[in-house]
């Protein structure tokens, strides 16, 4: 049967993702796609987007929003683009989107069926399928307004698609993964993510809202009932009764991210984040000397490195402090601190040239990248450092140095056309507090 994997809250934000962003979002989602196939294969690539932690966590780590509902949007948005010229190699197929995007999906669907050999009528009409479960047998309040389908060649695939309900300011975020579906209208979900959070301003709910979901597995007598309702309607009202006193998801793992928009000291595990700081200081040195020779890469772009490398390796259970991995490139509104493009783009640049490597056999700087993580685990019991505020501050105060932006650098920019981007310092990478 299907595997749950939780809910998580996500509030409902706007805006757009500036395209300096954009494009790096693309670039460095495509690399770490490409890494976590090349080190365990398509199918693990799949399962991981299936997981509501996983996937908040690589939306963070690429500086984004690290808690809200635009992170679906900007990670299979950067995907979609990302991995179009590598489709045919890595054997996947981005499709669907947000609005009108996701009403082509069934036509994308059928487009790859003849591309690849599989049936896209039948794709397409599971396609179909899935948005209609998620619309009408889980009655959640939430309208849906982005579907997106990652398809593997060999058939199997992912769907990630997102609700919102406007006048709670909540967006749900709904998982799917072909290989546990066995029924589409019983138990397919492997998460449900949803904002249990009230609007800005009011007392937040003590008990979850009422979700009717006709996929649950106890509510097959359910459906019975209403197929037979013209023969015994009060079999359905009894049984729409029972539902109403539980809470379906009660068991489930809950990952329960705030609205407030910055990120704060409780928001994250600062042992984990310290256990990163001593993995960079111990290993940086030794596996990344000759790379660390050249100009513009210094412990604060082996930091990066390091957070890139656990959401490619890190072990299950270290993905439920998604603030943490914004911590790697900040974040677009500037919480914890402004993205710093330099160290974003040395970021790049070193998973490329690592991965290159290793496809023509040397895998020495993979493994080295790979040996962060591990590292990081290790001293994770032990592993002491700077206070969160001090973190972040010191951060934040490098941040001109290293190419730091923000979406608010562009709406002053406008207003004042003459004014330039902040400067973008020679040393590039090497100043900052993680400099050890």
Request: glycine share 8%; net charge negative; hydrophobic share 35%.
């Amino acid at each position: 049967m299907t595997r749950a994997t939780g809910s998580a809250d996500l509030p409902l934000h706007g805006g757009r993702v500036p395209q300096w962003l954009a494009t790096r979002m693309a670039t460095l989602g495509r690399l770490v796609v490409e890494t976590t196939v090349h080190h365990y294969g398509r199918d693990e690539l799949l399962a991981r987007l299936a997981n509501p932690f996983w996937f908040q966590c690589f939306g963070a780590v690429m500086g984004m929003d690290w808690h809200s509902s635009g992170i679906t949007t900007s990670v299979l948005g950067a995907l979609k683009r990302g991995l179009e010229p590598v489709s045919d190699e890595l054997g996947l197929i981005v499709c669907g989107g947000r609005g009108r995007h996701s009403r082509r999906t069934p036509d994308e669907l059928i487009a790859a069926g003849e591309r690849t050999g599989l049936p896209g009528d039948e794709l397409a009409r599971t396609s179909k399928l899935v948005a209609k479960v998620d619309s009408a047998a889980v009655q959640d309040g939430f309208d849906l307004y982005l579907h997106g389908f990652i398809l593997a060649h060999d058939g199997k695939w992912v769907v990630v698609q997102q609700g919102m309900n406007t006048a709670l300011h909540q967006a749900r975020r709904y998982h799917w993964h072909s290989e546990s579906t066995e029924d589409f209208t019983e138990e397919p979900h492997t998460a449900i993510e949803s904002d249990s959070l009230s609007p800005a301003g009011a007392t937040p709910r003590t008990t979850p809202e009422l979700i009717t979901n006709l996929t649950d597995l106890s509510a097959r007598d359910s459906k019975a009932a209403q197929l037979a309702l013209i023969e015994s309607p009060d079999q359905v009202v009894d049984e729409i009764a029972r539902l109403e006193g539980r809470n379906l998801n009660a068991t489930l793992p809950h990952l329960d991210l705030p609205a407030h928009h910055e990120v704060l000291a409780e928001d994250v595990v600062l042992r984990r984040l310290h256990s990163t700081l001593r993995a960079v200081a111990d290993r940086g040195p030794e596996d990344f000397s000759e790379l660390l020779l050249q100009p513009g890469v210094g412990a604060r772009t082996v930091f990066s490195l390091a957070m890139v490398a656990e959401v490619i390796h890190g072990a299950e259970h270290r993905f439920d402090d998604p603030g943490r991995f914004s911590f790697a490139h900040g974040g677009k509104d500037g919480h914890p601190f402004p993205v710093p493009l330099d160290v974003y783009d040395e970021t790049i640049r070193v998973l490329k040239d690592a991965l290159e490597r290793g496809r023509l056999g040397n895998q020495e700087r993979l493994s080295a990248i790979e040996r962060l993580d591990r590292q990081a685990r290790r001293v994770d019991t032990w592993a002491r450092g700077p206070s969160f505020g001090d973190l972040v501050a010191r951060e934040r105060a490098e941040s001109r140095s290293l190419g730091g932006r923000t979406v608010m650098d562009d709406a002053a920019a406008r207003r004042s056309p003459g004014r330039s981007t902040p400067k973008r310092s020679a040393t590039r990478g090497q100043r900052s507090l993680f400099d050890r």
